[in-house]
């Protein structure tokens, strides 16, 4: 997404610190499978003019943590695993607008 966006510059959060220092180079990877995916990543790498690798605790990586959630839980009903993201530029509404209703919320009667 980054690269179709065309971004230049790149800070990538990750929660696994094993992760970001083979990224970073800071470790090696004896792991044939892993030495695959740290090798893509970097040749990626050279789409943007700089790109950071920064430790995250889980902790703080709510919004990623969520995501894997809502995509692991579309696979399991079968659906598609692409999770699509947008952002609303305008209010729904603006205040004042008469089109807008009021709903109360009553508790049980």
Do not use: W
């Not at 990224?23 to 050279?46: E, F, T």
């Not at 969520?66 to 079968?78: D, I, R, T």
């Amino acid at each position: 997404m980054a690269i179709a966006l065309e971004v230049e510059e790149l800070q990538v959060y990750n929660d696994s610190m094993l992760v970001v220092s083979q990224l970073n180079n800071d470790y090696g990877s004896g792991d044939a499978r892993m030495l695959k995916y740290i090798s893509h990543v970097l040749k990626l790498q050279n789409d943007f003019k700089k790109v950071h690798f920064s430790h995250i605790v889980r902790a703080q990586n709510a919004h990623a943590v969520a995501l894997v959630a809502l995509g692991s839980a579309c696979n399991e009903l079968g659906g598609s695993r692409t999770i699509t993201l947008g952002e609303i530029a305008v209010p729904s509404f603006e205040p004042g607008n008469e089109d807008v209703m009021t709903i109360s919320t009553l508790g049980p009667s």
